[in-house]
């Protein structure tokens, strides 16, 4: 016969180490996200660990919880929910399952973190770069031999949900897919320099940039270079465009560096893609969309300033953007005179 008193404290023991069990669940489902190495890091967040704790430094006067709530959410958990969201591109409530969090504190982590993102535009993405403007055109230079380049042009579609209202129509692009148009500029090293993101998918690559401000400012000569674009912008005295049909050996040979050296805006693309893989299909409203793709673009450059792994990089989606067949007549002849001087 069991003695009730055996019972009563093996049922007692039963209790604490349940108890204990849950405790112990409970800390390490909200430990600390840093305490892994950098491989496990880079695969869910794109970053090492330093380099989170970099982007934490940088959020915590926007995002940290003013709080004594002894369960907020600390600043390195709310950075790295955004960036399981941005790496991931997958729903929030899977996201919230892989850092054990609810959908409702996924969804506002991932929103705090995006716009606090977005205040630090001004001081990652600045035009033509952080470095000397020689130092600028010699990088791209040494790529082709292409002279006086200050940054490399183009637009890229992020798709995005079918949009509710009467603009619905707006963001439908030529592929007949709903999307945001966003004009980039990079430098060498694909850093991106500029960024344009606010324009339906239904807007042509040169109305966008004929209506950025930097375009006045070229326009104005306040920088002392050219920009690299393709078949899509009309050819300009600061914004070189491709032959349509080249007939000289001078003029392919000038495609050609001018392809290559280009390229590197197609380079940065599907580097920020391949590493924010949100980027691919955003499943939110078009304002939203364009922040999280401001915030993704900070985030680029702050990888590529501090040298974070690099993603293999995925083949840019072709768009099919329209040729532009006017062209300016004194951007034509500054082509031709980088043509036959540079590349004859």
């Not at 007692?12 to 069990?21: D, M, P, S, W």
């Not at 993405?125 to 292409?146: C, D, E, L, V």
């Not at 300009?236 to 390229?263: D, K, S, V």
């Amino acid at each position: 016969m069991a003695c009730p008193f055996i019972e009563e404290v093996v049922d007692e023991g039963a209790i604490v180490l349940r108890r204990a069990f849950q405790r112990e669940r409970t800390f390490r489902d909200r430990s600390d996200p840093l305490a892994f190495n950098d491989s496990y890091l880079y695969e869910r967040y794109r970053f090492s660990r330093d380099g989170i704790a970099n982007i934490c430094r940088l959020l915590s006067p926007y995002i940290a919880n003013n709080t004594r709530r002894n369960r907020a959410l600390t600043v390195p958990q709310m950075v790295c929910i955004a960036l399981r969201f941005f790496a991931s591109g997958t729903f929030l409530y899977t996201v919230g399952d892989a850092e054990n969090i609810s959908k409702a504190s996924v969804c506002r982590s991932v929103r705090t973190v995006y716009l606090s993102l977005k205040r630090l535009l001004n001081v990652f993405i600045t035009f033509p770069g952080h470095k000397a403007i020689r130092t600028i055109k010699h990088a791209f230079y040494g790529i082709a031999g292409f002279p006086n380049v200050i940054g490399a042009l183009d637009c890229t579609h992020v798709r995005i949900k079918c949009p509710s209202g009467p603009h619905e129509a707006d963001f439908v692009n030529r592929k007949s897919v709903h999307s945001i148009n966003v004009q980039m500029i990079s430098d060498a090293d694909c850093i991106i320099t500029n960024v344009e993101a606010k324009w339906p998918g239904s807007v042509h690559d040169s109305r966008i940039f004929r209506a950025s401000s930097l375009y006045q400012q070229l326009a104005r000569g306040e920088f002392s270079g050219v920009l690299l674009g393709d078949k899509g912008y009309p050819c300009l005295p600061y914004l070189l465009t491709p032959y349509q049909e080249p007939q000289t050996e001078a003029q392919h040979h000038y495609n050609i560096a001018h392809a290559r050296t280009r390229g590197r805006i197609e380079m940065a693309f599907g580097l920020i893609k391949s590493r924010f893989q949100c980027l691919k299909h955003l499943r939110v409203t078009p304002p939203r969309a364009c922040d999280i793709v401001v915030a993704c673009v900070v985030l680029h450059d702050i990888a590529c300033l501090r040298r974070e792994r690099q993603p293999r990089i995925a083949e840019e989606e072709d768009w099919g953007n329209e040729a532009v067949l006017e062209e300016n007549e004194t951007g034509r002849l500054i082509r031709d005179t980088y043509a036959n001087n540079y590349f004859a």
